[in-house]
């Protein structure tokens, strides 16, 4: 592909992209994907160029520009290379017009940045939030780490995770799949406040594709039982395999049917040691991955967002045993997510005890803890640990 071709596939990505959140359609790496799917035609250097300009051309707008060719005019009044790509050639962009409107250079959403604010996530760790994350990986606790480091190389211990390794962003660890998983060192250390050993018990409530119940079995040793529900039928119908691969027998699944839920939970009752609910959320610590995501909230969006995590909170603690814990996680930096939502559950359960999470990352925060990428490198996540009255 010549260059002008290559900045005229990114528009056009681009466009998809912003149709794509306004409508609920796919993710950027999903359009992305597919559009190269039907053209052969393109090399594995196109794609790759095509790939960085369209993240760089979302990361360089905090609202939704109003078209792909508005985001990359935005790139281009910096990068005298990208504006001479706009030369009308067959497969290029048309010329630059005098007053064809240019994306606004930003960050977040300015209702976003109001809530970062009242959340107390101040502008200057803003710019951490659209940053490009490294590649982190959690080792098998019986793994033979050496050989692991010998065939990862660049690979780099993170401190505080045992078990937790750094690598270049799009190193390629699928030869080592099983042994080891690809999991933010946010995730991996949230994972951490179930305190989770062998023998348990736990209920792993909002488990999806199981990142997290991964984590909590090997924690485990592979004794005890972990019962993981989910109301996605496709995301939880991925996690037997993969526990199958990471030889994990004691986890079981359970398909929810969403407004059923209590019922089909009720032989739980009082039995957990440990209910973990990784609650579905607006996902604003997570961008530095889709940071299309940003576009693609609605305050209405966040509203029915809170009101299902009070939800499975409420669906949560009837199942935790006397003096148990249940672990509330959310990879959401807003407090009508977290704090808020923890000083909610605690005037609805008055009984109930804070105890600190004891986490190797983040800052205390309201009744629980919060990790940023800004102070800890890590997606955004703020995690509370709740221990049910004896
Ligand atoms: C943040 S994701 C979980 C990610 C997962 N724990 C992991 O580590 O990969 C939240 C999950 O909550 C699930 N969920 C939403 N409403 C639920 C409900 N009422 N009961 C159980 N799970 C629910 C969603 O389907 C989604 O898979």
Redesign the pocket.
């Known amino acids: 592909m010549t260059p002008a071709a290559r900045t005229q596939a990114a528009i056009e990505l681009l466009d998809a992209i912003i149709t794509g959140t306004r409508e609920g359609g796919a993710a950027a790496d999903t359009l992305i994907a597919r559009y190269f799917s039907t053209r052969r035609y393109a090399g594995s250097k196109d794609r790759r160029a095509v790939r960085e300009l369209v993240y760089a051309a979302i990361r360089a707008c905090g609202e939704p520009p109003v078209s792909g060719r508005a985001a990359v005019r935005l790139l281009a009044m910096t990068h005298e290379g990208l504006a001479s790509t706009f030369d009308g050639s067959a497969h290029g962009p048309a010329l630059l017009g005098a007053d064809e409107s240019v994306a606004a250079p930003g960050i977040v959403p300015a209702w976003i940045g109001a809530a970062l604010d009242r959340s107390g996530v101040p502008a200057a760790e803003w710019p951490a939030l659209v940053d490009r994350a490294p590649l982190d990986v959690r080792i098998r606790q019986d793994a033979d780490s050496a050989a692991i480091f010998a065939a990862l190389p660049q690979a780099e211990p993170i401190p505080g995770l045992g078990y937790g390794i750094r690598l270049p962003a799009g190193t390629d660890v699928s030869a080592l799949s099983g042994v080891v998983e690809v999991q933010d060192a946010g ?1 991996q250390a949230v994972s951490l406040a179930a305190d989770a050993s062998p023998g348990m018990t736990i209920v ?10 991964l984590a909590l079995g090997d924690a485990m040793g592979g004794q005890g039982r972990i019962i993981a ?4 039928r496709a ?1 939880l119908s991925r996690l037997a395999p993969r526990a199958a691969k990471a030889d994990l027998s004691i986890v079981e699944t359970r398909l ?1 049917d ?1 407004g059923r ?1 209590a019922v089909e939970l009720a032989d739980l009752a009082g039995t957990a040691d440990v209910v973990f609910v ?4 607006s996902g604003t610590g997570t961008w530095r991955r889709n940071p299309e995501a940003r576009w693609r909230l609605t305050s209405d969006r966040l509203r029915r967002l809170v009101a ?1 995590q009070a ?2 909170l409420d ?1 949560a603690a009837p199942l935790v045993r006397p003096g148990g814990a249940l672990v509330y996680v959310v ?1 959401s930096l807003l407090d009508d997510e977290g704090a808020g939502q923890i000083n909610e559950f605690l005037s609805r359960y008055p009984d109930w005890q804070v105890s600190a999470p004891m986490l190797p990352f983040g800052r205390d925060h309201g009744r629980g803890r919060r990790l940023t990428p800004a102070h800890d490198a890590t997606d955004g996540f703020f995690v509370a640990r709740l221990l049910a009255p004896c």
Not at 204 to 213: E, Q, S, Y
């Open positions: 995730s792993d409530l909002c488990a999806g594709a199981g990142g997290k119940t529900c989910d109301v996605d995301r929810l969403p839920e990784d609650a579905p959320c299902t939800h499975v669906l990879c």
